[in-house]
């Protein structure tokens, strides 16, 4: 769905109000004095945001109160990605988005192997929390998840222990917020293009108060 850029405009003024953590009070006034239109043009743009299920309204007789919803949070999201690539001056910017999911709970297993975690902090900088964050990506950031295969990853090298062989990974380094993480993909196995797995030395969900279906931002530097 195609944005006009004056309701992304509205979207993003009701995110600065604090629209993004909760419901927050404004009037079509508020609205209109901030983005510099009419009281009526300002309730008509609320109105296409909230019938394209962009926003949330709760209507009083003095005001209404606004919530943006987890599309329209996306929305600023892919702005922001595209004003990331623009701007950035250290060499490529990539940005993937997208919701939490549970895995399996073998990124546990397999973070916990000290000759993995030996690797991760020599080529990191720190040593895994044990267990992955997943991340189903939105359909757009699956093209950029495409792009950053052209990029250098790091290999971590398998090895054998008890008797068992454990595969080769690669990983490329990333954030979260201010958090420095990991994208992990196991060498040997066809990884789904939608889907991401990220390390951090501490557990990000607890950390970042994470719960299924959040929405995340990965960020990827490379120059």
Not at 67 to 77: D, I, V
Not at 92 to 107: K, P
Not at 136 to 148: D, E, G, H, N
Request: net charge negative; glycine share 8%.
């Amino acid at each position: 769905m195609l944005v006009a850029a004056e309701e992304l405009e509205c979207l993003k003024a009701i995110a600065l109000m604090g629209g993004c953590k909760g419901p927050v009070f404004v009037s079509s006034q508020l609205i209109a004095e901030t983005l510099h239109t009419s009281p009526q043009t300002a309730s008509r743009r609320l109105k296409a945001l909230e019938s394209q299920v962009f926003i949330t309204r709760s209507i009083s007789p003095d005001g209404q109160y606004i919530t943006l919803t987890q599309q329209g949070e996306y929305e600023l999201r892919k702005e922001y990605a595209d004003y990331c690539r623009l701007f950035s001056h250290n060499g490529a910017h990539y940005v993937l988005s997208g919701t939490v999911i549970n895995g399996i709970g073998e990124g546990r297993y397999y973070m916990s192997l000290q000759p993995y975690r030996k690797q991760f902090l020599q080529h990191l900088g720190f040593e895994p929390y044990a267990g992955t964050l997943n991340i189903k990506l939105a359909t757009p950031s699956i093209s950029i998840r495409k792009k950053i295969e052209t990029v250098e990853w790091i290999p971590i090298h398998g090895f054998v222990a008890d008797g068992r062989t454990f595969g080769d990974v690669r990983c490329l380094p990333c954030r979260i917020g201010d958090i420095p993480c990991g994208i992990v993909v196991p060498g040997r196995t066809h990884y789904p293009e939608d889907i991401i797995e990220v390390i951090a030395e501490v557990g990000l969900r607890e950390s970042l108060g994470l719960k299924e279906n959040d929405m995340v931002n990965v960020e990827v530097s490379h120059d």
